[in-house]
Structure formats: C-alpha cells, structure tokens
C-alpha cells in the first residue's frame, strides 16, 4: 500500500511507554499514514506490546515494525527507517 506519510520510530527497551506513544500517534486523524517502528534490539516487552496493538487497533494494518536482533545504535536506526 501507498502511503503519504510515514511516522518513523525508534524503539529500545520502551516498554514503560511505548503504548502511550502509539496511542498518540493513532490518533492522528490523517487517513493515510504508516507507522513504521524499528525495535533495535530491546530485550524488554516493547515489541510485544507493539504487536498486540498491531493485533487489536482498527488501524493495526498500518503498522509496521522490524525487530532488529541486537542493538545498532539510534543513528542506524534512523537510516534504516528512512530507507524502507
């Protein structure tokens, strides 16, 4: 799918707050937006709660998320998003 535009997140050991974040960008009235979040390597619970989200919110399909096996810094992530 097309999409105008992305919302591109970082990710690592969020747990404490990564639900609120989603929350607040699902909000987003905008039809057309990914949210693309890259997990780098969180050894906390983020990923899951971000898939149970992906599973239950009317908007799930249009989220994203790529769980990198280990942590490659904040910097590679960013390109690593602006790539996709």
Not at 13 to 36: N, T
Not at 52 to 63: A, F, L, M, N, V
């Amino acid at each position: 799918m097309h999409y105008d535009v992305t919302i591109g997140i970082p990710v690592y050991q969020a747990e404490d707050y990564i639900r609120k974040m989603m929350e607040s960008a699902l909000a987003q009235h905008y039809p057309s937006i990914e949210y693309l979040l890259i997990d780098d390597g969180s050894t906390d619970k983020s990923s899951d709660i971000i898939r149970e989200i992906k599973s239950t919110h009317p908007r799930g399909e249009d989220i994203h998320l790529i769980a990198r096996p280990q942590n490659m810094g904040v910097s590679q992530t960013r390109n690593q998003i602006i790539d996709e």
